[in-house]
């Protein structure tokens, strides 16, 4: 069975950077094909896909978060890190991660984690 | 980049079918995978790569991909299926991953 699961501060004031981990069960980051992705969510509004890593390390990022975002995976603790810098409240939202899965041509997520709610605010 | 287009809401009576649509330029030629996200829960797959269903997930979701615009097929729909819906594709030329701005099912 392969469970995802969020952590991180709750609470993170403006200009501060924010770290998030992705514990994972049921896969390894080592093996070809696999990837982790981090998604968020503002409150009332859609998902947006932040980032994702592939199990050869290579990274993509979203063009609009690209400058502030890094993502890096502890393969021995089956972990993934997200860093965002220099927060806004705008970034208050839910944050997701989800293994990425992939076929010959494309790549979705399944399963996803619970999601945490990070809340930026003096 | 790459964008993609849904309805804000949907509305649909028990036991009728609703559609779902996600435009974008040229989609037809992408995979469009779609996800279920009901309030204070985490989405969850319900079709990929254009029309496969993951295990456990009924066959009253259907999907189909063409041309400019692709639609997820919600059969017999129940109370149950009350949820927003997105989609997402894989933008090749980018290798980043967008979201469509999703759509909110109604059964009423």
């Known amino acids: 069975q392969i469970t995802l699961k969020e952590s991180g501060p709750t609470l993170v004031k403006p200009t501060q950077t924010l770290t998030l981990t992705c514990s994972f069960s049921g896969f390894s980051v080592r093996t070809s094909g696999v990837g982790v992705g981090w998604i968020r969510q503002p409150p009332g509004k859609a998902l947006e896909w932040l980032a994702f890593?592939?199990?050869?390390?290579?990274?993509r990022y979203s063009p609009s978060f690209k400058s502030r975002l890094t993502i890096t995976k502890d393969t021995s603790n089956n972990q993934v890190v997200l860093t965002m810098t220099n927060v806004d409240p705008v970034d208050t939202a839910t944050y997701y991660c989800?293994?990425?899965?992939?076929?010959?041509?494309?790549?979705?997520?399944?399963?996803w984690g619970q999601g945490t709610l990070v809340t930026v605010s003096s | 980049s790459y964008v993609l287009t849904q309805p804000p809401s949907v509305s649909v009576a028990p036991g009728q079918t609703a559609r779902i649509t996600c435009g974008g330029n040229n989609i037809g030629s992408k995979s469009v995978h779609w996800y279920q996200q009901k309030p204070g829960q985490a989405p969850v797959l319900v079709v990929y790569d254009d029309s496969d269903r993951p295990s456990g997930i009924p066959e009253r979701f259907s999907a189909s991909n063409s041309g400019k615009t692709a639609t997820l097929t919600i059969s017999r729909a129940e109370a149950g299926d009350e949820a927003d819906y997105y989609c997402q594709v894989w933008d090749s030329s980018s290798d980043h991953r967008v979201f469509g701005g999703g759509t909110k099912l109604t059964v009423l």
């Open positions: 989800a293994l990425g899965q992939a076929s010959t041509s494309t790549y979705w997520f399944d399963p």
């Open positions: 890593i592939y199990w050869n390390d290579d990274k």
